[in-house]
T-cell receptor, first 115, second 110 residues
Framework: KAGVTQTPRYLIKTRGQQVTLSCSPI?????VSWYQQTPGQGLQFLFE???????NKGNFPGRFSGRQFSNSRSEMNVSTLELGDSALYLC??????????????FGPGTRLTVL | QQPVQSPQAVILREGEDAVINCSSS?????VHWYRQKHGEAPIFLMI?????EQKGHDKISASFNEKKQQSSLYLTASQLSYSGTYFC???????????FGTGTRLQVFP
């Protein structure tokens, strides 16, 4: 089976712009979670989507949003970019929803740099 | 709410053992362990559930002390391939969220 894929792998944007990141889960997986990884804060949970519905959300401002399509692919959008949004954005997929102790498989991430 | 990992960094020679701890101030339902090599995606190691037994595979095992809200990851007879950053992810209660620690960087030298 193909693993989790994320596109693009690298992005450079300027403050105030918006960005959309894409994540394709492992075939058959219905849950997609998004994380922000920075050297100082580590891995921080953004949100989880399961069957096109947002199940859970972390403590991030409303500028961070996402959605999931019927084929389980997910997109994450960040509007009005700030310098502090520079990070590696990881998505992870699992067969079941988080909380079912299912294994999460991470993608390689999208490295976002905000100038 | 973020679990605290200790130590922050470990340097080992091949064949030595290491213990990485993960502590939370919240009552935990489960603890997940991942390893991430530089520039790569985190890889799942194991999940420990409240009330579950100690788990392990190969020379990596973990325990979960529910009373102390702590988990420990044990790496025995370390190999070069063990190098990377280890993260614990905790699920406080039945929140269905994974909160990760800031990681423990482990380096194994020949």
């Amino acid at each position: 089976k193909a693993g989790v894929t994320q596109t693009p792998r690298y992005l450079i944007k300027t403050r105030g712009q918006q960005v959309t990141l894409s994540c394709s889960p492992i075939s058959g997986h219905r849950s997609v979670s998004w994380y922000q990884q920075t050297p100082g804060q580590g891995l921080q949970f953004l949100f989880e989507y399961f069957s096109e519905t947002q199940r859970n959300k972390g403590n991030f401002p409303g500028r961070f949003s996402g959605r999931q399509f019927s084929n389980s692919r997910s997109e994450m959008n960040v509007s009005t970019l700030e310098l502090g949004d520079s990070a590696l954005y990881l998505c992870a997929s699992s067969l079941y929803a988080l909380g079912h102790t299912d294994t999460q498989y991470f993608g390689p991430g999208t490295r976002l740099t905000v100038l | 709410q973020q679990p605290v990992q200790s130590p922050q960094a470990v340097i080992l020679r091949e064949g030595e053992d290491a213990v990485i701890n993960c502590s939370s101030s919240k009552a935990l339902y489960s603890v997940h362990w991942y390893r991430q090599k530089h520039g790569e995606a985190p890889i799942f190691l194991m999940i420990l559930l409240k009330g579950g037994e100690q788990k392990g595979h190969d020379k990596i095992s973990a325990s979960f002390n529910e009373k102390k809200q702590q988990s420990s990851l044990y790496l025995t007879a370390s190999q070069l391939s063990y190098s990377g950053t280890y993260f614990c992810g905790t699920e406080p209660g039945h929140t269905d969220k994974l909160i990760f620690g800031t990681g423990t960087r482990l380096q194994v030298f020949p």
